[in-house]
């Protein structure tokens, strides 16, 4: 017990003294904690990359790449999550597995949304099975179960976009990526399939010495040259002749376009030596005679759109800024001293903050709104297109049944090739028309009237009918 | 028990142990470095280092360094802003607490925008002399003469 005065004595004794004792311990602690921390944010500054594991051009697999490069793998690895966006992304629809397809989770039927797709492609596998698209960790598995394999025979040029094939090209080809593709694209899908083991990887689109950015796809190395000489480049070549921030949107583009199959040998073609706009597309199509399979009510020659993101961005005012995919669908990222693009590839509107708001520096809500505001009015644009298709589709159906001599019936069928194509050019590009807001408007616009030309068309009236192929509007 | 002297040497070694590992990591820190106009100085963190980066290619890398435009004129007020700024960049730093992107504070954003007046004065004048209801942001159009990043 101390007494008051034994307090005192302690204050003026050796008190002062343990004081000063404990707190220049303590600042030293803390000084010294500071100076670790500083020496670690050094060294966090100092070495981005650590070499553990040689790379060759080779290397297939992509989890030995991610030892040099752990961070960009984990992200990679991340297209597995399901997420949905107001119109793209996906859910999670557990399903019972059966033995020709063992997938417990699937993405939601595109179909059942849908019915109208159905009678667009009535026919077609497509009108079978047809799921919104999930993260690129999928694509082998979907493209190998879906119902569309049981219901029409695929060629092994399919798999060209749904796994890794530069390694098994060049093997296939002995050393020749392009003998390879050619030997690929003629075999059937299930051949093909022994020959491939992962989805879409590192080496697809990095160089394994450099990490620079590289096309590996023969489809698009062809395609992009033939867009460059009908632009006045002859001779073209992307890997050695297009700067970095365009090699950004092109390895994205080896997948995220328009094609179709050439030939018997069923090689895989962008058709693009007219340009990229979806007129250039068809008409392309008219000189280089090409159906992907004759419509079940109409027995009209029609064209399946895939997926034309490339083409569809490019007429957009990204693209006119120069923008690539990769700025808002791999932005950078800071993780410790380092910036990285993010290799979890989704949609901007998940990631409003990197993706858009390092130059668009509004909120995020009404960043949402205007994504939104675009992807609302394209779609009750779309929903009006679809209508009228159908209402074509019906009429063409109906005319046939009355047994309406088939000449009679070519002009309304060519507008309905062209009014499909046009419609599935912005339903099967994945934006609702964000890419290239007016460019979606303005094909629906288009595609409605061609719908419509096509019923006066059937009822005998006159109508100017699509262009002759000739030059599109000028940019 | 022990003596008051010896308590006085732990005292005085404690003392001493924490003014030399201060000291020192000062000098480790390059802190002095921060009372310089070098823009170097601004980069010893690498989160300022691609800031650093544009401005070296910046149109106004040659006129202006970092704390022409980030700090006020006048003594006090530049050291005054010195220091807010640098306890709150280093404890962000220190803690990795911090929102990515970065985003510059109202209070600093202020101090920028007067910067461009300091130089631009007359033609600045001669956009204002309007009245308006607001007064107009240079660096809401110009946001990338000093660094795009």
Not at chain 1, 90 to 112: H, I, K, Y
Not at chain 1, 130 to 142: I, N, P, S
Not at chain 1, 340 to 360: E, F, G, K, W, Y
Not at chain 1, 449 to 467: E, K, T
């Amino acid at each position: 017990m101390q007494t008051p005065e034994g307090g005192r004595r302690w204050m003026s004794g050796i008190g002062p003294t343990v004081l000063t004792t404990v707190i220049a311990g303590l600042v030293a602690l803390a000084v010294v904690a500071l100076l670790v921390n500083i020496f670690q944010r050094r060294q966090e500054a100092r070495n981005p990359f650590y070499r553990v594991v040689e790379l060759t051009d080779d290397t297939e697999d992509p989890a030995v790449w991610g030892k040099n490069f752990p961070l960009q793998y984990d992200q990679y690895r991340r297209t597995v999550d399901q997420v949905r966006t107001r119109y793209g992304g996906s859910e999670a629809v557990p399903r019972t597995p059966t033995l020709v397809d063992p997938r417990s989770v699937v993405a939601q039927s595109r179909l059942e949304e849908d019915p109208r797709l159905k009678t667009m492609w009535a026919g077609y596998a497509f009108a079978q099975d047809f799921r919104e698209e999930r993260g690129h960790a999928f694509m082998l598995d979907d493209q190998t179960f879906t119902e569309r394999q049981q219901v029409a025979k695929q060629p092994g040029t399919c798999i060209n976009c749904h796994a890794s094939v530069y390694v098994p090209y060049k093997k296939l080809g002995g050393g020749d990526l392009f003998k390879g593709f050619e030997k690929m694209n003629q075999m059937p899908y299930s051949e093909a399939r022994t020959h491939v083991k992962h989805p879409v990887a590192c080496i697809d689109c990095h160089d394994s010495t450099t990490m620079a950015l590289r096309v590996t796809r023969p489809a698009f190395i062809e395609g992009i040259r033939a867009v460059k000489a009908s632009q006045g480049t002859p001779n073209y070549d992307v890997n050695t002749m297009a700067p970095r921030q365009e090699m950004r949107a092109y390895v994205c583009g080896q997948c995220h376009v328009e094609y179709y199959f050439k030939g018997a040998e069923k090689r895989l073609t962008f058709p693009w030596s007219k340009g990229l706009r979806v007129e250039q597309i068809l008409s392309y199509y008219e000189e280089n005679p090409h159906d992907d399979w004759t419509h079940a009510e109409t027995g009209a020659p029609v064209l399946k759109a895939q997926h034309p993101e490339f083409e569809m961005w490019n007429q957009g005012i990204h693209a006119r800024s120069g923008v690539a995919c990769a700025d808002c669908h791999m932005p950078y990222v800071r993780v410790g001293a380092l910036k990285i693009s993010d290799h979890h590839i989704r949609s901007p509107v998940l990631n409003i903050n990197n993706a858009c708001q390092t130059c668009h520096k509004w909120p995020e809500e009404e960043l949402r709104q205007r994504v939104y505001g675009i992807q609302d009015r394209v779609l009750a644009l779309r929903n009006r297109a679809m209508d009228s298709l159908v209402a074509l589709i019906g009429d063409l159906r109906e005319a046939r049944s009355r047994g309406i001599a088939e000449d009679h019936l070519a002009l309304p069928r060519k507008l309905q090739r062209h009014a499909q194509f046009m419609l599935d050019f912005v339903e099967a590009e994945n934006s609702m028309g964000f890419h290239a807001p007016q460019e979606a408007l303005r094909i629906l616009g288009e595609s409605i009237d061609y719908s419509r030309q096509g019923q006066l068309a059937l009822r005998g009236a006159p109508v100017p009918g699509p262009p002759a192929p000739a030059k599109p509007p000028a940019r | 028990m022990l003596t008051g002297r010896v308590l006085q040497t732990i005292s005085a070694s404690a003392v001493g142990v924490a003014v030399a590992v201060g000291a020192y990591t000062f000098i480790y820190a390059r802190g002095y470095s921060y009372l310089t106009n070098d823009p170097g100085a601004c980069a010893n963190c690498h989160i300022m280092r691609d800031h650093f980066n544009a401005w070296t290619r910046s149109s106004h890398h040659a006129v202006a360094v970092c704390n022409d435009c980030h700090t006020p004129p006048g003594i006090v007020g530049k050291y005054v802003t010195k220091g807010v700024n640098g306890f709150h960049h280093s404890l962000a730093f220190t803690t990795g607490r911090f929102p990515e992107p970065l985003r510059i504070t109202p209070r600093n954003a202020a101090v920028t925008e007067k910067a461009c007046r300091k130089c631009h004065s007359e033609i600045v004048q001669a956009i204002e002399s309007h009245r308006r209801a607001e007064q107009l942001s240079c660096i809401r159009c110009h946001s990338t003469v000093g660094h795009l990043e």
